[in-house]
């Protein structure tokens, strides 16, 4: 199983077509969401091509193959025009592994959840990275990044993880980042 990880498209028409390319384009058999999927959020400027409703048509056509956790600018008014459900947080086995999915805004490298898990991959700081740690018991630590509206000097990105491997990608799919669970 092959999972295609983004997250903070923050309501980009723009980038949402963008990664519904990169999903077919990378072969996934799952798009994974991390949260903040149509608000912008009043820290963050507007995104390229800002259109919620665009954003909700692009994703309503993937539903069948969507997992969309709620992020912290998403509301209960998002659910209206989604054929989605948004989940607080999601764990998936994968070759064995136990992988940790949320939004970041509560859990994230700084705040571990308690669940077991070997991976925990969130969003929320638009910072996309990989770790390792001894610190974390050789758990690694994954944030995907921002689509639309990266920070620090990151690129735009997502993640890749099949056969426990993960990477972190630019939107031409380049590898910026690897490891494996």
């Known amino acids: 199983m092959k999972y295609l990880i983004a997250s903070d498209l923050h309501g980009s028409?723009?980038?949402?077509?963008?990664?519904k390319e990169i999903?077919?384009?990378?072969?996934a058999d799952k798009l994974i969401l991390l949260g903040d999927i149509y608000n912008h959020g009043p820290r963050n400027p507007l995104p390229k091509d800002y259109a919620?409703?665009?954003?909700?048509?692009?994703?309503?056509?993937?539903?069948?193959?969507?997992?969309?956790?709620?992020?912290?600018?998403?509301?209960?008014?998002?659910?209206?025009i989604s054929e989605f459900d948004f989940l607080d947080a999601v764990c998936l086995e994968s070759e064995g592994k136990s992988v940790f999915l949320t939004h970041g805004h509560?859990?994230?490298?700084?705040?571990?959840?308690?669940?077991?898990?070997?991976?925990?991959?969130?969003?929320?700081?638009?910072?996309g990275f990989i770790e390792k740690s001894d610190?974390?018991?050789?758990?690694?630590?994954?944030?995907?990044?921002?689509?639309?509206?990266?920070?620090?000097?990151?690129?735009?990105?997502?993640?890749?993880?099949?056969n426990n491997v993960l990477d972190l990608k630019d939107l031409d799919g380049n590898i910026i980042d690897k490891t494996i669970i």
């Open 135 to 162: 610190n974390t018991g050789n758990k690694v630590i994954a944030n995907a990044g921002s689509l639309s509206l990266p920070k620090n000097g990151t690129q735009n990105s997502y993640i890749t993880l099949e």
């Open 23 to 27: 999903f077919y384009k990378e072969k």
């Open 52 to 80: 919620p409703m665009k954003v909700a048509e692009i994703l309503n056509g993937l539903k069948d193959r969507l997992i969309v956790i709620k992020g912290n600018c998403d509301s209960e008014v998002d659910t209206m």
């Open 13 to 19: 028409a723009y980038y949402a077509e963008k990664l």
């Open 106 to 127: 509560i859990y994230n490298k700084d705040n571990l959840p308690k669940t077991q898990f070997d991976c925990i991959i969130y969003g929320h700081f638009h910072t």
